[in-house]
T-cell receptor, first 110, second 117 residues
Framework: GENVEQHPSTLSVQEGDSAVIKCTYS??????FPWYKQELGKRPQLIID?????GEKKDQRIAVTLNKTAKHFSLHITETQPEDSAVYFC?????????FGKGTRLHILP | GAGVSQSPSNKVTEKGKDVELRCDPI?????LYWYRQSLGQGLEFLIY????????KSGLPSDRFSAERTGGSVSTLTIQRTQQEDSAVYLC???????????????FGQGTRLTVV
């Protein structure tokens, strides 16, 4: 079955700097890659997603890139703000089944 | 409209007892997922329902766990003979369509926090 690896598990960046989270997946047939943000005590919420026919997608300060050949995708957050502090999960999906990475706890330092 | 609703929000049970967790998906969503999140951990896949297809049960950790989805809507996750290691937050999610060629956003419920004492 699908396996999603996510790195790093914890990331601290200075406010205003950029943050990058990287994921790899094992099933080459996976075709949908969502990213979720989970704030403390809250439910995960989708922040951006990308499909396998697209290499890059951007939405304001966040962007995702996908390298299908390497089975690798990344989340980039620019100009980080205090409200970006949360746990971020990458995921890969095939036939609708969504498998998540173990998450990255992002700390934004003042 | 209403989002994904889970009940109860919190459940404390004694070791060895059975528990049932309920999920009401968003109306019209054909795909429904159960995940388990232990304290500070990731989202562990348990089971996935898609329309009338047979569910993907590959994530259920033992035969003490089972789930059903009646009428393509409400789902219940049952844990028999609960153990302390079953303590976690159980999250349900639903999406509009989960087929091979069309994946859409999965919306999560607020979760059920299960504590086995």
């Amino acid at each position: 079955g699908e396996n999603v690896e996510q790195h790093p598990s914890t990331l601290s960046v200075q406010e205003g700097d950029s943050a990058v989270i990287k994921c790899t997946y094992s099933d080459s047939a996976s075709n949908y890659f969502p990213w979720y943000k989970q704030e403390l005590g809250k439910r995960p919420q989708l922040i951006i997603d990308i499909r396998s026919n697209v290499g890059e997608k951007k939405d304001q300060r966040i962007a995702v890139t996908l390298n299908k050949t390497a089975k690798h995708f990344s989340l980039h957050i620019t100009e980080t703000q205090p409200e970006d502090s949360a746990v971020y999960f990458c995921a890969a999906s095939r036939w609708g089944k969504i498998i998540f990475g173990k998450g990255t706890r992002l700390h934004i330092l003042p | 409209g209403a989002g994904v609703s889970q009940s109860p929000s919190n459940k404390v049970t004694e070791k060895g007892k059975d528990v049932e967790l309920r999920c009401d998906p968003i109306s019209g969503h054909t795909a429904l997922y159960w995940y388990r999140q232990s304290l500070g951990q990731g989202l562990e896949f348990l089971i996935y329902f898609q329309g009338n297809s047979a569910p993907d049960k590959s994530g259920l950790p033992s035969d003490r766990f089972s789930a059903e989805r009646t009428g393509g809507s409400v789902s219940t996750l049952t844990i028999q003979r609960t153990q302390q290691e079953d303590s976690a937050v159980y999250l349900c999610a639903s999406s509009l369509e989960g087929g091979a060629h069309f994946n859409t956003e999965a919306f999560f419920g607020q979760g059920t926090r299960l504590t086995v004492v």
